[in-house]
């Protein structure tokens, strides 16, 4: 019932749904981005104690970091916030002190547990995660998708929260004939007859939606996703350890950010386009409207413990139902123990208040 752990590679995070569509963007001019009034120089410039370097790929999910620069919310914490565009490693970038903070999705658990130095210090949001189908395959839901074929990386936190769910359905996913295809490429062979479906961070599904495409899987309405976090804050703890105290501005930053695209969506939208963070209008068809979408439909979250432990242990239990999850005990009060505690304890660096 589930997929073999060698097929499980480590990937980016939220790079895999979001870097092609982020090198669309224009407005960014380069990998360091003086956006907001928070900004600073980077490179070259003498850094005080309080500067922090929040990375982003060009993704809707990230807008948190977007709006926290521009609405001046992480310097109201008492930080100095650098936009930074992530064109490359974010391993060698931590490690090179270029980078403290971003946008940590499930794709990073694996790595963590393998020693990355990287820690979860907050909630982000839940619902970035989607499915397209064409309509002419007859998918409606993860249990219509034995035989088929499905674009989304293995190993992968779409493919592994399909799997899962197919495994709680009483589904088999080695009998999904998975491909792997470029994100921007994954529509177009859809529609071409290639694949009868495919998963990934958004824009990509919602963009295929938008184009007539089925929504057959998606972090915003599935039963056992929709209550669960799909992204985090998280920080170098390279810079945690050397820096403590910029933990909670952080987190001070992020609260008030996730308040207000809670409560001004248009607006934020607006800023988000003005500042050039997410491209829109662009070949790839995503819009500001698709992106206002999105922020209406993903629930903003900061400051949430309970919400962090709840989904730090489902996220684990879906990567072990796929399969993935090396040496994990057998026993279920072991398999809780490990992850509520061995990794719960080595990952997890709550922040807030």
């Given at each position: 019932m589930s997929l073999t752990r060698r097929n499980f590679v480590k990937l980016s995070g939220v790079a895999a749904g979001t870097a092609a569509l982020g090198g669309l963007l224009s407005g960014c001019g380069g990998q360091v981005t003086n956006a907001g009034d928070g900004a600073k120089e980077g490179k070259g410039s003498a850094k005080p104690d309080n500067h922090v370097v929040l990375g982003y790929w060009g993704g809707t999910c990230e807008a948190p970091i977007y709006i926290g620069i521009e609405k001046g919310?992480?310097?109201?914490?008492?930080?100095?916030?650098?936009?930074?565009?992530?064109?490359?490693?974010?391993?060698?970038?931590?490690a090179n002190d270029e980078l403290d903070c971003f946008e940590l999705t499930p794709d990073k658990f694996k790595p963590m547990e393998q020693g990355l130095e990287l820690a979860i210090i907050d909630s982000l949001h839940k619902g970035c995660i989607q499915g397209a189908a064409s309509p002419e395959s007859g998918i409606k839901t993860v249990e219509d998708l034995e035989g088929k074929k499905v674009a989304a990386a293995m190993g992968s936190i779409p493919q592994i929260q399909i799997a899962s769910q197919m495994v709680l359905a009483g589904k088999d996913p080695s009998k999904v004939e998975w491909l792997t295809y470029p994100s921007a490429q994954m529509e177009?062979?859809?529609?071409?007859?290639e694949i009868d479906a495919f998963a990934q961070y958004d824009p990509w599904a919602d963009i295929a939606v938008s184009n007539g495409a089925t929504k057959f899987f998606s972090d915003t309405f599935d039963e056992g996703l929709k209550d669960y976090l799909c992204c985090f804050v998280g920080m170098s703890t390279?810079?945690?350890?050397?820096?403590?105290?910029?933990?909670?501005?952080?987190?001070?930053?992020?609260?008030?950010?996730?308040?207000?695209?809670?409560?001004?969506?248009?607006?934020?939208?607006?800023?988000?386009?003005k500042g050039g963070y997410v491209p829109v209008n662009t070949d790839a068809g995503f819009t500001r409207d698709i992106m206002l979408e999105e922020i209406k439909a993903y629930t903003w979250s900061s400051g949430d413990r309970k919400l962090i432990d709840d989904s730090f242990h489902e996220?684990?239990?879906?990567?072990?139902?796929a399969g993935a999850m090396e040496d994990a005990p057998t026993d279920p009060e072991e398999l809780n123990r490990y992850i509520d505690e061995t990794l719960y304890n080595k990952m997890v660096k709550y922040q807030g208040k």
């Open positions: 919310y992480f310097k109201e914490a008492g930080l100095e916030p650098e936009a930074l565009l992530i064109t490359s490693d974010v391993t060698a970038l931590m177009a062979a859809m529609n071409a007859g390279k810079t945690l350890n050397a820096r403590p105290e910029i933990g909670p501005m952080l987190s001070e930053g992020f609260a008030k950010a996730a308040e207000f695209l809670t409560n001004n969506p248009e607006e934020a939208a607006d800023i988000i386009v996220i684990w239990m879906q990567i072990n139902r």
